[in-house]
């Protein structure tokens, strides 16, 4: 089992940058692929980053060039850096965790962009 707690949400400028956090409750080494998604209201929940255990990264198109996931195994921890935020950025972050076959998820930060 894995718990997940998100950090680093608020408030930003259009064109500014915020940094969320993923602490989770046991290494995440043996953790297949841990990930950060989003869900703006009335909108389906999306992929934004997933790193691998091998260290491979992918992201969501809208974001590529601009955000960065990152992870520190002996922390337990995994990052976004969101830089260049747009409003369309706006959403509920929360950390997923895939620990084949299971899926765990924590319980979102909020990030809002305004100008």
């Known amino acids: 089992q894995v718990q997940l707690v998100e950090s680093g949400g608020g408030l930003v400028q259009a064109g500014g940058s915020l940094r969320l956090s993923c602490s989770a409750s046991?290494?995440?080494?043996?953790?297949?692929?841990m990930g950060w998604y989003r869900q703006a209201p009335g909108k389906q929940r999306e992929l934004v980053a997933v790193?691998?255990?091998?260290?491979?990264?992918n992201y969501a198109d809208s974001v590529k060039g601009r955000f960065t996931i990152s992870r520190d195994n002996a922390k337990n921890t995994v990052y976004l850096q969101m830089n260049s935020l747009k409003a369309e950025d706006t959403a509920v972050y929360y950390c997923?965790?895939?620990?084949?076959?299971?899926?765990?998820w924590g319980q979102g930060t909020q990030v809002t962009v305004s100008s």
């Open positions: 046991r290494s995440i080494f043996s953790i297949n692929a």
């Open positions: 997923n965790a895939r620990w084949v076959p299971f899926d765990y």
């Open positions: 790193i691998s255990s091998g260290g491979s990264t």
